[in-house]
Every structure is written in C-alpha cells, then in structure tokens.
Antibody, heavy 119, light 109 residues
Framework: EVQLVESGGELVQSGRSLRLSCAAS????????MHWVRQAPGKGLEWVSG????????IYADSVKGRFTISRDNAENSLHLQMNSLRPEDTALYYC????????????WGQGTMVTVSS | ESVLTQSPGTLSLSPGERATLSCRAS???????LAWYQQKPGQAPRLLIY???SRATGIPDRFSGSGSGTDFTLTISRLEPEDFAVYYC??????????FGQGTKVEIK
C-alpha cells in the first residue's frame, strides 16, 4: 500500500525550532518529487515547500523562506522539514505529499502532523 | 504574484444536481499545471483532476475538469451524498511556484 506518515508535530513556543518527518512506503521514494502543504485551523491549503527526486532542487513559499529547510533521505525513504524561528502564524496541520509524475499535482497525501506555536 | 480565485465560496445544492465550480487565475497558466482536489472534514485532500481535465486514478466519471488560460471549471454532473466537501484548485507557476485557491464548499441544500 502506498503510504505517507508524518510525525514530529507538537506544541512549541514562538521562536523555537521543530523538525517534521514523513515516512514513505509502498513506492520507490527516490523516483518522486515531494512537497509539504499546511492548513491552519479552519482555513484553506497553503503550499510550503517542495524538493526534487534527488534533492538538487528545493523551493519555498515566501512565508517560510529563510526559516524552513526541506530535505530528503532516499536511502531511508524519508522527507523532512526543519522549521526554525517559528511564529504563531505557522500553526497548522502539515501534510507531506508525493508529486505525481509528468504533471504538477500531489497524488498521495499523508494524514498530517499538527504544529502549534504559542506566543 | 499569481493568485487563484475560486467561486462561489459556498454552493448549496441537492443530491442529484449538477455542480459547477470556478477557478480563475490572475495570470494565464498552462492547463498542464492546473489540478483540483477534494477535502472532507478531518481528512487529507484527495486529487481529483490533473492537467485541467484528466481524472486521477479511481475518480468517478461524474467529475470533469475543463478550461484554459485564466478560467477553469470543475463540474460534478450529479451530486452523490459523498461529494459534499470542500474543493480546491491548484496550479504551478513562477511566483509562487505552487498556489492553491481559497476553496469552494459544496453543501447540502
């Protein structure tokens, strides 16, 4: 079964750091680009960051650029998001997602991990 | 900056009716890079349509996508009870690279 499982979300104070992880299974992880998308409580989807299949290309939303770092370990089938200088507005459910081949869409989503940043 | 605007914000319809959801881009986008997702409460989003009009694996044919340039549409031909949800469009561009619309909620009338 193709699956993504996020972990690492918790309650943290503003200004602190947190590292999210996403464990992939059921497919050849190293063949796919991966992304993080977040959703604040009661709000819509916001794209956060993406990484190419080999990690050579990374992209970020302006709202997290310079504070968040996306990375991947293809040997471990894992995706990570290092989040520094967290702000209350980063409070959200963070999803990892697999970019579908040959197009620009996310075809597999995890169930999300909740990050809460207190002021 | 590229912005996607979805309308209406809420669509109130009955089962069996046709739903037409709009997604308008502030700049012309390639239809290759336009997707639609469905999200139900407490669940992750699910890909419905990619490349503006191609259905994702396992998506019923009552869902269809169309459009080009700046105007795109998701149509649900006959609403089933399980189709009441929030729908998002998404595209890939230059700045920002990935953008989601604000969503359209399809609710039971």
């Amino acid at each position: 079964e193709v699956q993504l499982v996020e972990s690492g979300g918790e309650l943290v104070q503003s200004g602190r750091s947190l590292r999210l992880s996403c464990a992939a299974s059921g497919f050849t992880f190293g063949d796919y680009g991966m992304h993080w998308v977040r959703q604040a409580p009661g709000k819509g989807l916001e794209w956060v960051s993406g990484i190419s299949w080999n990690g050579d290309t990374v992209i970020y939303a302006d709202s997290v650029k310079g504070r968040f770092t996306i990375s991947r370990d293809n040997a471990e089938n894992s995706l990570h998001l290092q989040m520094n200088s967290l702000r209350p507005e980063d409070t959200a459910l963070y999803y990892c997602g697999r970019r579908m081949k040959n197009t620009v869409a996310i075809d597999i989503w995890g169930q999300g991990t909740m990050v809460t940043v207190s002021s | 900056e590229s912005v996607l605007t979805q309308s209406p914000g809420t669509l109130s319809l009955s089962p069996g009716e046709r739903a037409t959801l709009s997604c308008r881009a502030s700049q012309s986008v390639s239809s290759t890079y336009l997707a639609w997702y469905q999200q139900k409460p407490g669940q992750a989003p699910r890909l419905l349509i990619y490349a503006a009009s191609s259905r994702a694996t396992g998506i019923p044919d009552r869902f269809s996508g169309s459009g080009s340039g700046t105007d795109f549409t998701l149509t649900i031909s006959r609403l089933e009870p399980e189709d009441f949800a929030v729908y998002y469009c998404q595209h890939y561009g230059s700045s920002p690279p990935w953008t989601f619309g604000q969503g359209t909620k399809v609710e039971i009338k």
